[in-house]
């Protein structure tokens, strides 16, 4: 399968997920979110990696998401954190809709720390709007890297 359609049923698997592992969501997010970004990337294969490589994706589908992400160095607190420890950075805490009082967003004292409050269910609507974002510039053509057209993945069954 391609790329796109590795997108939308990643989408659709998240849906059936994200409200009964919303702690695990947030770890897949983070990856996929990356995946964004190399699909971005029109300099670079898949599987090209380097730090700084990765901070620019993921930075690049950030942006993508919504500008109001950029200022929070999200590819330290939450990507680094998530996918090498499956923590947050201390500038971040984890929440969801009906579970606090506190807003998508909102700054407040943790633990004597100030941190940003990330609701799941909004960053995954974000989420799930650059996913379309990506998906339409690649029906497009507005992304034309020959890897958008290789198969991404394989799955047997």
Do not use: W
């Not at 950075?89 to 720390?113: A, M, P, Y």
């Not at 909004?122 to 029906?139: G, H, Q």
């Amino acid at each position: 399968m391609k790329v796109a359609e590795f997108i939308k049923i990643f989408c659709v698997e998240l849906d059936a997920t994200y409200k009964i592992h919303p702690y695990s969501s947030f770890a897949l997010l983070c990856s996929a979110i990356e995946l964004l970004g190399k699909c971005l990337d029109d300099e670079h294969e898949f599987e090209t990696y380097s730090a700084s490589l990765s901070s620019r994706q993921f930075n690049s589908a950030i942006r993508l998401m919504s500008v109001k992400y950029t200022s929070l160095s999200l590819h330290s607190a939450l990507r680094n954190s998530m996918l090498h420890t499956l923590l947050v950075g201390e500038t971040i805490v984890l929440g969801e809709r009906d579970k606090t009082q506190h807003k998508h967003l909102e700054s407040i004292n943790f633990d004597g720390t100030i941190r940003t409050v990330i609701i799941l269910e909004t960053f995954y609507e974000d989420f799930k709007s650059a996913c379309n974002k990506v998906l339409k510039k690649i029906e497009t053509k507005e992304l034309t890297h020959p890897k958008l057209k290789k198969e991404f993945i394989t799955i047997k069954e």
